[in-house]
């Protein structure tokens, strides 16, 4: 059974940092490449950031550049993202995803493919951040 659990997630002031955790299993981890989307209320899902666990690439949106770091445990099956400095806007509930050969050509060569919730076969249940004073 294919199975992707994130956790981490919590109450953090801005500024502060969070770091959350997709744990999977259930299929070959380096033959797929992982993203964090996030959902704000009232707002469509959005691409975040993502993952080559093969080679390392990785690639983020815009708005949390400089900010977020996305990693991976390979013994562990496991993708971090660390999230620094965070703002208000960065509320909401963030799911990892994990896609096959070309979700990790499209993380590789950074193409909009990646940006695709279609593209990704299996996805998390959600973990929730909420950034307030």
């Known amino acids: 059974e294919v199975q992707l659990q994130a956790s981490g997630g919590g109450l953090v002031q801005p500024g502060g940092s969070l770091r959350l955790s997709c744990t999977c299993s259930?299929?070959?981890?380096?033959?797929?490449?992982i993203s964090w989307f996030r959902q704000a209320p009232g707002k469509e899902r959005e691409w975040v950031s993502g993952?080559?666990?093969?080679?390392?690439?990785?690639r983020y949106a815009l708005p949390v550049k400089g900010r977020f770091t996305i990693s991976t445990d390979n013994a562990k099956n496991t993708v971090y993202l660390q999230m620094n400095s965070l703002k208000l806007e960065d509320t909401a509930v963030y799911y990892c995803?994990?896609?096959?050969?070309?979700?990790?050509?499209?993380?590789?060569?950074?193409?909009?493919?990646?940006?695709?919730?279609?593209?990704?076969?299996?996805w998390g249940q959600g973990t929730l951040v909420t950034v307030s004073s």
């Open positions: 259930g299929f070959v981890f380096g033959d797929y490449g």
């Open positions: 995803a994990a896609g096959s050969l070309r979700v990790i050509h499209a993380i590789m060569v950074a193409s909009n493919a990646m940006f695709r919730e279609e593209e990704y076969d299996y």
């Open positions: 993952i080559s666990p093969s080679d390392g690439t990785t």
